[in-house]
C-alpha cells in the first residue's frame, strides 16, 4: 500500500476516532435532545435546508464561477453538520445536548431531505440531479453515528475508562487529520489556483457569512445556540458534499478542488464570528473549551 492510499484512509480513521471522541463525553439524552423538542429542530432545519439553498441558487445566478464550484456551492447548502462539527461547538461555548442533539437529528434527517433538495435544485435549472439516498446513509452511519454511538457505549458501561483516553485520542486524532490533509492541499493547490477568479472567493464568502447570520437569527433566546445554529449551517459535511458533486459531475476533475476552496474560505471567514461568540461567551461568565 503506497502513500496515496494510506493518507484517505488516515483521514477516514482521524474522523472516526475524533467522532468517538464526542462520543465520550455524550449520553444518550444528549443524542435525543432536539428530537424531543421539535420547534428547535424545525428552526434548524428552515436555517439549514430551506435558507441556504435558495441562497446557493441565487449566488450561482448572480456571479458567473465554474460550473465545478457552483455544483459545490450547491452540495454544501444541502449537506448535513460535518463529523468534526462539535468540537467547534464546543469551543465557542455550545451546550453538550444542542451540540450533540444538532448533530445527530440533523444527520439523521439528511438521509430523507439530502435527496429530496439535491432533486428540488436540479428542477430549478432543469438539470437531472440525483443521491441516492443509500449513499448518504452510509456515509452518515460510518462518519457519525457508528462512531459517536460506539462512544457513547463505552461512557456508558466504563465511564473512567472514557474519561482516561478521551483527551489523547482526541488529539491523536486531530494530528492525523492536520498530517493527512496537507499533502491533499499541496497536490491540488494547482487545480484549487485555476477556479480563482469570477467572484468565487466572494461568493463562498457571502454563502458562508450569510450562513452565520440566518443561524444566528434563528437560534432561538440562548446566545449559545444561536452561536452553534449558525456554525452548523454555514459549515457542512465534505464527505457528502464531495459525494453529491461526483455523483453529479463525473468526471469533473475540478470538483474536488472546488470543495476544498470552500473548505478554506469557510475556515478564514469564519474567524471572525468565533472570535467575537467566544469573547460574548466568556464576558457573561462562560466557560470556553479550548
Keep these: ?6 493518507i484517505p484512509l488516515a483521514l477516514k480513521a482521524s474522523i472516526f476516532v475524533t467522532v468517538f471522541c464526542l462520543g ?7 443524542a ?5 423538542r421539535p420547534s428547535e429542530l424545525l428552526r434548524s432545519l428552515v436555517s439549514m435546508n430551506v435558507i441556504m439553498p435558495v441562497v446557493a441558487v441565487a449566488l450561482a445566478l448572480a456571479f458567473n464561477f465554474h460550473r465545478a464550484v457552483e455544483i459545490a456551492l450547491f452540495a454544501f447548502a444541502v449537506s448535513p453538520i460535518p463529523p468534526v462539527f462539535p468540537k467547534k461547538g464546543f469551543k465557542a461555548g455550545g451546550r453538550s445536548p444542542y451540540v ?6 440533523v444527520s439523521l434527517l439528511s438521509i430523507i431531505i439530502v435527496p429530496i433538495a439535491v432533486d428540488l435544485v436540479g428542477r430549478v435549472f432543469g438539470r437531472h440531479t440525483y443521491m441516492a439516498p443509500a449513499a448518504v446513509a452510509q456515509l452518515i452511519f460510518t462518519t457519525v453515528l457508528l462512531p459517536l454511538a ?17 483527551k489523547p485520542l482526541a488529539l491523536a486524532a486531530t494530528i492525523i487529520l492536520v498530517a493527512g490533509a496537507l499533502p491533499i492541499l499541496f497536490v491540488a ?4 489556483s485555476s477556479l480563482i477568479g469570477n467572484g468565487t472567493i466572494i461568493a463562498i464568502a457571502v454563502f458562508v457569512v450569510i450562513g452565520l447570520a440566518v443561524g444566528h437569527l434563528l437560534g432561538g ?6 452561536t452553534v445554529l449558525a456554525l452548523s449551517t ?4 465534505p464527505g457528502v458534499a464531495l459525494g453529491i458533486a461526483s455523483a453529479n459531475a463525473p468526471g469533473n476533475k475540478l470538483v474536488f478542488a472546488a470543495v476544498l476552496v470552500y473548505l478554506i474560505v469557510n475556515a478564514i471567514v469564519m474567524i471572525p464570528y468565533l472570535n467575537w461568540r467566544k469573547r460574548h461567551h466568556a464576558g457573561v461568565g462562560g466557560t470556553v473549551e479550548i
Excluded: C, Q
Design 189 to 192: 493547490w494547482p487545480a484549487i
Design 150 to 166: 460506539a462512544g457513547m457505549a463505552v461512557r456508558h458501561f466504563a465511564p473512567a475508562f472514557a474519561d482516561k483516553i478521551a
Design 32 to 36: 435525543l435532545y432536539l428530537l424531543r
Design 234 to 237: 454555514a459549515t457542512r459535511h
Design 24 to 30: 465520550l463525553n455524550a449520553t444518550l439524552e444528549d
Design 221 to 226: 433566546p440562548d446566545p449559545d445556540d444561536r
Design 100 to 105: 450533540i442533539g444538532l448533530l445527530v437529528a
Design 1 to 6: 500500500m503506497d502513500l496515496a492510499s494510506l
